[in-house]
């Protein structure tokens, strides 16, 4: 915590040194002191500079937050260490000088080289090591509660002096950030980088617990301290920290600030809350909450059943079970909501409690599942009264999308209790025997309610159809508006079509003449018949000359290399033994699966060998980079094996490898099985990491665990064109293994799923390149500079955004956008640079746009002169070039190689022969 002793202490300056607080103006720079652990990383992207706690902050978060150019600065106590402090065993003999009884802290003595040598050399040292770009010195004034401190001050400047001129030649390129610090000499203020202080306007008493209105009097000595930085060093940022129990107080007293002339940064007491930004971000993370354990969230229908319906609404869920502790940080600085779904009888009385009083405030809450039982829950729903209905049930009124989307059929009856709200807007209200009138679905003031079974009309096994359109729902129930989101399932327009083989079955004898590997069978039917990207992995105790297999080994390296060398082939990873159960790679017996689920063991059955993750990740990777992959292209990506529901630990290890890991999930949907519900989302957050799902299931489930029809992977097609007919749910990603090469059906099948997905619309891309834009949905943050239009912050700036048919891009406001392109009811925005700036508007644009291309946009430029424009484009792709304009009626090219067509719907297609990236200059009008 920012402490605050100078106000007690030192005697106040003459009024004549009163300078104004106003000058300049408002700083664009975004600092801010977060001290928590809870926030999503995403909405830590607002800030240039983050003031973060080393020992609450994970290497996860560390990496993703340099990644996306916020720069994180690490908190360090320069005159204090807390009680609590792990590192408080190390302190040596004779470095307390007293106590900060308020803090519950020991006051060090500075004036020590042991001790400046223990804050360089254990705390600063470590923290830069693992990825902070900066240290605040906070403390800087604790001294002066001590006697020897108040009598040597003189001493303790120097001695502070020394200290960060230390870190300054250690660490040049790092930013140094002091709290208050105005007796340290002139020489110092010149090596820092920012000045902060504490409570202008508004303060918090520690000893007393209560927030204040800072005095006159103590504002105008700290005016006085302020004109010496003002003056010599302008260019210096002043940062205002200031603290409010509440956010709309926060952005209030923020914005007063920054008129003042500083950077502000306004937070609760403890530095949980997030401060406001300047712009301010557009919340887009929610909540979503299980009653599952933990490690069993991605099995629950909050995740599996809801995620994918919040992803494509442009929301980035954050799971947590209701099983585990309470937040203890604010829920409205960075969620917008939060959505409840009970599927057991779990305890949740002290639950609903607590997400109750942030519902009170205006947080909305939606529930979906089971009926509550406990008065918290009833109030969560907004309806104290529930009742069993009596004999069958009509409907009385009803949304037009009840019993009018996947299902058909409503509940005739029920043993459910089921609401009966006061204030409510029915999406179902139906009658029972006795002419009780019951509401199972609708919005309230304060969220939205669905009961089961009114939620979905269940089928065989895990089958289920929804009853109502639930993207409207969640809508209206979480009063979201239009804003533009993140895409990954289109790139220029067209959908995005990947290919990825996971290694299993490399070292099997196809069904074709001369027994080929799967490997080489699927090189030449598949691989160089349809030349597009492809992700391409090998399990190392398959391969390798020490594996299971050694009198294959050397041709199956060799095919394996011929492979990896391809064009357009990205090489991955496997895993080593193929662990069906990674958790319990990680956690242990303690995380075993049910032996019913066991039919394939645990692991590829090595001899001696018991699956880790460093074997199956880091030594797996350093086996193909050392002898399968070419020196210029080592792995890039991990596929998950097995169940692909790896831990945070397997998370982590690919991350510091820098690999893309893909894999898990279980999207499948199919005309005769689930539909929307048997959509997963595109990704599994596991603490501060990310597991990216595959896009579509493999053929494995489509061939009945590969026992037959062999041919079953054709369905696949199926579901390409039910999440195309659900608004593009998902790209196209046709993902199998090397055992498909084994059989002929198999072979024939593929080729029809190829040559249905290259007879589409499509752009085709590496699967680390669908795994980047999955994790700029999650790793970013949107900023609404004004009231329609929005800039991103994050690990990369997005390049398709999705956005309602009754906006366009305002091409006149707008930076780094190329066009649009209109597929059902969305319409996908190109963007274009490292910081594009999309502005919003009613009226269609007007002159040249690009509405589609098959490749990646580097650059887009146009320009009108004397009635015709001016348009240089770049290209890259994996396949011939093609690429349509609107809002033109004639085009020239430069470059002879492409061929113009005037379509007639008024669109101009451009085709190359050849040329598969390019930079091409056109005149239109």
């Known amino acids: 915590m920012i402490r605050n002793t100078l106000f007690a202490l030192l005697l106040l300056l003459p009024a004549s040194l009163l300078a104004s607080a106003g000058q300049g103006s408002p700083s664009t720079l975004n600092v801010g002191f977060y001290y928590g652990l ?33 720069r994180p600065i690490a908190y360090l106590s320069a005159g204090e260490m807390a009680h609590s402090d792990q590192a408080i065993k190390t302190l040596g003999k004779g470095w307390v000088l007293g106590e900060n009884t308020a803090w519950k802290s020991y006051v060090l003595d500075i004036r020590r080289a042991d001790v400046r040598a223990f804050m360089l050399d254990d705390l600063v040292t470590p923290a830069m090591t693992r990825g902070f770009r900066g240290v605040f010195l906070d403390t800087l004034d604790s001294h002066l509660l001590t006697e020897e401190g108040k009598n040597n001050q003189q001493a303790f400047a120097d001695a502070q002096a020394l200290l960060i001129a230390e870190i300054r030649e250690r660490f040049p390129e790092s930013r140094i950030i002091i709290n208050r610090g105005f007796h340290l000499p002139e020489q110092i203020h010149r090596q820092v980088d920012a000045l902060a202080f504490e409570s202008w306007r508004n303060g918090y008493e520690a000893g007393g617990r209560r927030y204040y209105r800072t005095s006159e009097q103590d504002r105008e000595w700290l005016a006085g301290q302020l004109s010496h930085w003002r003056e010599n060093h302008p260019n210096t940022p002043i940062i205002a920290i200031d603290y409010a129990k509440s956010g709309a107080e926060a952005v209030e007293l923020s914005q007063q600030l920054a008129q003042e002339g500083f950077t502000p940064y306004v937070s609760d007491h403890d530095l949980n809350r997030l401060g406001p930004t300047l712009p301010p971000i557009k919340k887009r993370h929610i909540l979503v909450f299980h009653d599952l354990p933990k490690h069993q969230a991605d099995q629950s229908s909050a995740h599996r059943r809801l995620g994918i319906l919040l992803e494509r609404l442009g929301l980035v869920p954050t799971y947590r079970s209701i099983l585990q502790p309470l937040l203890n940080e604010p829920l409205d600085d960075r969620y917008l909501g939060a959505v409840v779904w009970r599927e057991t009888n779990a305890n949740a009385s002290a639950f609903c409690r607590w997400l ?7 947080f909305p809450v939606v529930a979906f599942g089971l009926s509550p039982t406990s008065t918290p829950c009833k109030a969560l729903i907004q309806s104290r009264r529930l009742a069993v209905p009596a004999g069958s049930l009509e409907p009385a009124s009803a949304h037009p999308s009840m019993g009018n989307f996947e299902s058909k059929r409503l509940p005739t009856g029920t043993l459910t209790p089921l609401p009966q709200p006061r204030l409510a807007s029915s999406w179902l209200t139906v ?32 089958q289920a159809y929804w009853r109502f359109d639930p993207f409207s729902f969640l809508k209206e129930a979480l009063k979201l508006d239009d804003f533009p989101a993140i895409d990954s399932t289109t790139e220029s327009g067209r959908r995005i079509l990947t290919a990825h083989i996971d290694g299993d079955g490399l070292v099997s004898r196809a069904e074709l003449p001369g027994s080929p590997l799967g490997s080489e069978a699927i090189q030449e ?56 159960f990674w958790q319990m790679v990680e956690g242990g017996a303690a995380m075993a699966p049910d032996p019913e689920d066991t039919l394939y063991g645990y692991s590829m059955d090595v001899p001696g060998y018991t699956p880790s993750l460093t074997r199956e990740i880091d030594s797996s990777v350093a086996y193909i980079n050392e002898r399968l992959a070419p020196k210029d292209k080592p792995v890039s990506v991990f596929l ?22 893909v894999n898990g999930g279980d999207t499948r949907p199919l005309p005769y099985a689930s539909e929307l519900a048997g959509v997963w989302p595109d990704a599994r957050p596991v603490g501060d990491e990310l597991q990216v799902y595959a896009a579509t299931m493999n053929e494995n489930v489509y061939t009945n665990l590969w026992t037959g029809p062999f041919y079953g992977f054709r369905n696949v097609v199926d579901t390409f064109k039910i999440l195309e007919a659900h608004n593009r749910l998902k790209p196209i990603s046709i993902y199998y293994h090397f055992y498909s090469g084994t059989k002929p059906e198999a072979l024939k099948a593929l080729n029809e799923v190829y040559e249905y997905a290259l007879s589409q619309l499509v752009t085709p891309l590496h ?159």
């Open 525 to 580: 039917r598949i691989l160089k018949v349809f030349d597009i990207p492809h992700t391409i992995s090998v399990i190392e105790a398959e391969t390798s000359p020490q594996g299971l297999f050694p009198t294959v080994s050397q041709e199956a390296e060799a095919s394996a290399r011929d492979i990896f060398r391809m064009g357009d082939v990205e090489v991955a990873s496997h895993s080593y033994s193929h662990p069906f």
């Open 38 to 70: 809870e926030a999503p990383i995403g909405s830590l992207y607002a800030y240039d500079w983050l003031v973060l706690q080393p020992t609450q902050t994970s290497d996860a978060r560390l990496d993703f937050l340099n990644l996306g150019n916020t």
């Open 431 to 462: 009658t029972d025997s006795s002419s009780n009138n019951f509401t199972p679905v609708y919005t309230h003031p304060k969220g939205g309610v669905a009961i089961a079974p009114f939620i979905f009309e269940m089928g065989p096994g895990d």
């Open 767 to 925: 699967l680390s390149d669908y795994a980047k834009r999955v994790q700029g949905q999650y790793y970013s943050a949107l900023l609404q500079q004004s009231e329609n239009t929005y800039r991103w912050r994050g690990i990369r700036p997005p390049s398709t955004v999705r956005i309602s048919q009754n906006q366009y891009p305002d091409m006149e406001h707008s930076d780094g956008v190329a066009g649009f392109h209109d597929t059902r009811n969305l319409r996908f925005v190109h963007l274009t640079g490292d910081n594009p700036l999309l502005a919003l508007s009613s009226n269609p644009p007007t002159g040249p746009l690009l509405d589609s291309a098959n490749a990646q946009i580097v650059s887009w430029q146009r320009s009108e002169r004397d009635d015709s424009w001016k348009i240089q484009l770049e290209l890259k792709g994996y396949q011939p070039l093609e690429f349509v304009l609107s809002g033109v009626s004639h085009c020239t090219a430069r470059d002879k190689q492409l061929s113009i067509t005037k379509k007639p719907d008024g669109l101009i297609h451009f085709r190359a022969k050849s040329l598969r990236s390019g930079h091409f200059d056109l005149e239109c009008d």
């Open 640 to 661: 998950w094996t097995g169940d692909a529901r790896p831990g945070l630990e397997a998370l982590k290890a690919t991350r510091k490898l820098g690999l893309a890991n």
């Open 356 to 362: 109750g009083q942030s519902q009170s405030t205006g």
